[in-house]
């Protein structure tokens, strides 16, 4: 079908047959070993995602829980499907669904996922105290249970410390299934998990099972399309649990942009109000902004993009936010803007532990050489590492913001053939440019008026108050 950038008829066909490089692609999924870290004590479990679907699945049917279906959602179904491969999904989201007699099946089903961990503990490890509470206190991120008239579903998120998690959800029905277009691919997986119950021969360019997708947000190619050129679409935002917000700002740092029948501001406009409707306290609020950054912002190389995404909120709660007063829409800018900051700091103690141990452990074994500086006396017993000039005031991020500088306190301590001891930093109040922590002596530092030696000269101690520039 033609190529389109508008939101598209959700009248299509929802369904489509992989070729051979998605199943391929699949069965690498599958394959790839996720470790599930455990806390404490706890050992690590190693788990092919295939073996942790196979052994729910044997558990669920001998419980008596009745299986329709198992599917694989979420950003991993979308980088299967997708023309670009680069591998750029966080979680790991599969969907079991079931059929629930009541909430008394929600914690069988809960007990039956604890019994199916006990399976991959290792080798060695004693398995009769373990208990559904002890593992589920080791090995379990976040538990969510819904059970009403449209919506029967659980959630178990298996924790992984580097952000991909393994979610399991246990739906009967489900209002609703995706945020945007883009994320509402479902991939079934019963005829995959079936070649490997009964093949003995390895999946081939031209021995492969028939693998189906959906796009639960309507027609498949229109969803597909938006996916490969980047494009933001969907329907009925206010339907949303927060409104999709947090991950229409995601798109937008990624460089999604909205499709060209989009109303852009109206969209905006019912996803904060279903924001704040389901978030409306600002601890709320921080909680829920905070969990989404350390789940979809997961390196430390994207430190620069978790700044972009903040600021992108900003900008879209500041001009797009009706439904709160003045006050309570402050606090919560207040919120974002309290959260940049703070990753700016992370990044520029980032940037100073990284030249700092650059500079030290450049030639392992050899000495590191710091260059003399004495622009007024031959006798001045000074070695600098860094000169910083300043203070210097950054363009504001936020409209309306004033700027304002960072002051860190610098401590290096020299022997007296120049090679540093130790070094200390600590953050006063705004400071002056350079300050003095001990009183000067006949042998102090001429220029900083801080540094004083010991009666035999061997050791030198500088304290000089830094001017850090940091970009609100």
């Known amino acids: 079908m033609p190529k389109s950038d508008t939101m598209g008829d959700d009248r299509g066909n929802r369904f489509q047959v992989l070729c051979y490089e998605q199943v391929e692609r699949l069965h690498r999924v599958m394959e790839t070993s996720v470790p599930i870290h455990g806390r404490g004590n706890f050992p690590t479990l190693e788990i092919k995602l295939k073996d942790l679907i196979q052994v729910v699945q044997t558990k669920l049917r001998d419980g008596g829980i009745q299986l329709r279906d198992i599917r694989l959602n979420g950003g991993a179904a979308s980088y299967i499907l997708a023309d670009d491969a680069t591998e750029s999904y966080n979680d790991l989201d599969l969907i079991f669904g079931t059929k629930l007699g009541g909430q008394a099946d929600l914690q069988r089903i809960k007990d039956l996922v604890m019994e199916s961990l006990l399976d991959f503990l290792p080798r060695g490890v ?248 004495d622009p007024t006396t031959a006798n001045a017993n000074l070695i600098i590492d860094q000169v910083y000039y300043g203070p210097f005031t950054y363009p504001t991020a936020y409209p309306g913001a004033e700027p304002q500088h960072y002051y860190t306190v610098y401590t290096y301590e020299y022997n007296s053939s120049g090679n540093l001891l130790t070094s200390s930093a600590s953050s006063p109040a705004l400071s002056p440019a350079f300050s003095s922590s001990s009183s000067s002596s006949s042998s102090s530092c001429p220029y900083c008026d801080s540094c004083s030696s010991s009666d035999d000269g061997s050791v030198d101690v500088k304290t000089a108050v830094v001017s850090v520039a940091q970009a609100r």
């Not at 279903?274 to 306290?281: A, E, L, Q, T, W």
């Not at 800018?333 to 030249?355: G, M, N, W």
């Open 126 to 373: 004693s398995k009769e105290r373990m208990t559904g509470g002890s593992l589920n206190e080791a090995y379990v991120h976040k538990m969510v249970k819904i059970y009403t008239e449209s919506d029967r579903w659980s959630l178990i998120s298996l924790s992984n410390a580097r952000g991909r998690n393994v979610e399991l959800k246990f739906a009967d029905t489900m209002r609703r299934q995706f945020e945007f277009s883009v994320d509402s691919f479902q991939i079934l997986l019963d005829s995959l998990l079936t070649f490997y119950d009964v093949s003995r021969a390895p999946i081939a360019e031209h021995f492969y099972p028939t693998v189906v997708a959906e796009s639960v947000f309507g027609s498949f190619d229109v969803a597909l399309s938006h996916l490969n050129r980047k494009l933001i679409a969907t329907r009925n935002p206010e339907e949303i649990r927060g409104g999709g917000l947090l991950k229409y700002c995601n798109l937008l740092v990624r460089d999604y942009k909205p499709t060209r029948d989009c109303d852009v501001r109206l969209l905006e406009r019912y996803m904060c109000s279903r924001f704040f409707i389901d978030f409306s306290d600002v601890s709320d609020q921080r909680t829920k902004l905070s969990n989404y950054l350390a789940d979809h912002f997961i390196d430390d190389d994207e430190e620069e993009l978790r700044y972009r995404y903040l600021q992108t909120l900003y900008a879209v709660v500041e001009e797009s936010t009706v439904c709160l007063m003045g006050h309570e829409r402050r606090l919560t800018l207040e919120l974002i803007r309290t959260l940049s900051e703070r990753v700016l700091r992370e990044r520029e103690r980032r940037a100073y532990d990284k030249a700092y141990s650059l500079g030290r452990f450049e030639a392992p074994g050899a000495a590191v050489s710091y260059p003399s500086f």
